[in-house]
């Protein structure tokens, strides 16, 4: 999927304008965790090679959870935190918070 695909598709959700923000966060470390898959592809596979992907791909992840999570709650404390409830794509309706 291309950029300007994901684009349109970000664009035809309801809730794309609160998402820059978030997105605008997420694009520095979307584009480190492409730049380590590339570089992982192009290295030997050995054990520590391995172990190194496996390290700061975690580490990547983690901040990109952080991110997403920071984004979530900064949302929540503006407003009532309504979109955050509604049901979403395979949630049927659970709540996430209580």
Known sequence: MDHATCTRLLRATHFATSLRPLTARLIPLITEL?????????????PQAGHRFENRLQELLRE????????????GEKGSGADLDAPGPGRKGVRSRS
């Open 64 to 75: 990109l959870g952080r991110v997403i999570l920071g984004e979530a709650k900064r949302q």
């Open 34 to 46: 492409g730049r380590l898959i590339v570089t992982s592809r192009r290295a030997d596979v050995t």
